[in-house]
């Protein structure tokens, strides 16, 4: 079989359809288009003016020559009208046109292929900032992300590379867009399912997830498969996947990882952590629970500004009130030196024992003084002297 030799056309064309992913019947429909138009603005520029509607344009994928005919009633072609060639304004239309329907068309095909992966996450980088909005790149696309859609805990800036959950494709003013987040609860479970191979090969599944971004995650998963523990899977040796996804998560949030259960009361209480020894009543009526938490447990169920005790709700469906079990609280030891009963019992019997007028006056009790005059006594040595006198 012989060598087919490619025309410059073809190589041209097979070139645009690989690099922008477009199928080349698409590429010379657009090529047509832009045709007419060029034709169009030839002839009006002649004098003439000439309705689209009314001609057809016909292309060679092999060569690249192109005509141009009359349009019949019925559609088919009518009478080859085709010019020597078109003038440099007509020719400029012509380009303007076709490069404006390739980018349609490309956009097309990849809103096409991303609305497949819609539910899914993607590697991405910021770009630049439009206002509130920040643009991301994706694979040599631009997406957005809404405030709504950020996570105020974290900081933001150019060239930065992160994880994105692909949320949605929304109609804008500037066409269709694609929304990414993330702040998105589901982002949490696609990191998750990136890490762990048993919820890849559906071993195990997350059951209910409640996130607040930025802070506190909670998620239930179950085993659907005999011998899985549905945590530690999740964990991993040494808790190496669930830092790993906290990781992408920014570093800041935690993450709490519970076994589903079907009985309520355990749930809650697992939904709880990191509080332990929880009891819980339960009120179906109104679907409210009451958890008795032991004082020192308090704070760790409520959580700061009520966030534990909020993601639980959130988690489990109850309404869960959290209020102390109660009970003497415990004291601490005393630092005094223990008395001795026999030393203190003998004390007190010697007191009982003592006269009251013997009792030693107070320190600072003044004594009464003695205004009479107060005599001088006798010197005795002068009283010896005179007897020695009168004895001689």
């Known amino acids: 079989m012989p060598a087919q030799v490619r025309s410059e056309f073809t190589l041209a064309l097979n070139q645009i359809c690989s690099e922008r992913n477009l199928d080349p019947e698409v590429v010379l429909d657009t090529i047509k288009q832009a045709l007419l138009i060029a034709y169009r603005q030839d002839r009006r520029l002649a004098g003439e003016n000439i309705n689209v509607e009314n001609i057809l344009s016909d292309i060679d994928s092999a060569s690249g020559e192109f005509a141009i005919y009359e349009k019949n009633e019925d559609g088919s072609k009518g009478k080859n009208i085709t010019p020597p060639g078109f003038g440099r304004i007509a020719s400029q239309t012509a380009g303007q046109v076709l490069r404006q329907k390739i980018r349609e068309a490309e956009k097309k095909s990849i809103i096409a292929d991303f609305t497949q992966k819609v539910g899914g996450i993607i590697n991405g980088t910021i770009v630049r900032f439009e206002g509130p909005n920040i643009i991301i790149d994706i694979n040599k696309v631009e997406a957005v992300m809404p405030p709504q859609e950020q996570v105020r805990e974290e900081h933001y800036r150019l060239n930065q590379r992160l994880v994105f959950y692909i949320e949605s494709i929304r109609e804008s003013p500037r066409g269709q867009e694609i929304i990414v987040s993330r702040a998105h609860k589901n982002l949490v479970i696609e990191l998750f399912r990136r ?134 609280k415990p004291t601490a030891p005393s630092t005094q030196t223990p008395v001795d009963d026999t030393t203190t019992q003998q004390k007190q019997d010697d007191t009982n024992q003592t006269p009251p007028d013997t009792a030693q006056p107070a320190s600072d009790t003044m004594t009464p003084v003695d205004n009479s005059p107060t005599q001088t006594p006798p010197d005795e040595s002068k009283i010896d002297e005179k007897e020695a006198i009168s004895n001689s």
Not at 208 to 237: F, H, M, N, W, Y
Not at 246 to 268: H, R
Not at 276 to 290: E, F, H, P, S
């Open 195 to 328: 890490e762990v191979p048993e919820l890849q090969n559906n071993s195990i599944e997350v059951k209910v997830i409640a996130r607040e971004a930025g802070g506190r995650t909670k998620l239930a998963v179950a085993s659907l498969q005999s011998g899985v523990d549905p945590v530690g899977a999740c964990v991993g040796q040494k808790g190496v996947r669930v830092q790993a996804v906290i990781s992408e998560l920014g570093g800041m949030e935690k993450v709490d990882i519970i076994q589903w259960s079907d009985d309520a009361k355990s749930l809650i209480s697992q939904a709880l952590s990191p509080a332990k020894d929880i009891d819980v009543l339960l009120d179906d009526k109104t679907k409210t629970a009451k958890a008795l938490v032991p004082e020192d447990q308090l704070s760790l169920a409520i959580g700061k500004e009520g966030q534990n005790a909020r993601l639980a709700s959130k988690l489990t469906g109850w309404k869960i009130d959290i209020s102390g079990k109660g009970g003497p």
